[in-house]
């Protein structure tokens, strides 16, 4: 069974830093980019940014460049968002997601998600 786990959300002040990871287990990931969603309440899930499995493709919304970093662990199977100048907007419920497609499409798998509150 796939597994998509995610850790490192919490509340945080505006400006402040958090670290998101996202561990999986169960199968090979070969060829799989990762990547990570959020969902703000009362709004639709969006992309927030995903790494190829090669880690030399990345791609990032509009609204975190220059402030977040995805990076990857292919040894540990592990994706990282390293979330830098955070806003009260980029609360949300964060979600791990793995594809084929290196721009997370239709991704084939989904974590359970984090939250990350962002205060002012």
């Known amino acids: 069974q796939v597994q998509l786990v995610e850790s490192g959300g919490g509340l945080v002040q505006a400006g402040g830093s958090l670290r998101l990871s996202c561990a999986a287990s169960g199968r090979t990931f070969s060829r799989y980019a990762m990547g990570w969603f959020r969902q703000a309440p009362g709004k639709e899930r969006e992309f927030v940014s995903s790494?190829?499995?090669?880690?030399?493709?990345?791609y990032y919304a509009d609204s975190v460049k220059g402030r977040f970093t995805i990076s990857r662990d292919n040894a540990k199977i592990t994706v990282y968002l390293q979330m830098n100048s955070l806003k009260p907007e980029d609360t949300a419920v964060y979600y791990c997601?793995?594809?084929?497609?290196?721009?997370?499409?239709?991704?084939?798998?989904w974590g359970q998600g984090t939250q990350v509150t962002v205060s002012s």
């Open positions: 790494i190829s499995w090669s880690g030399d493709i990345t």
């Open positions: 997601a793995a594809d084929l497609n290196p721009r997370l499409r239709t991704p084939d798998y």
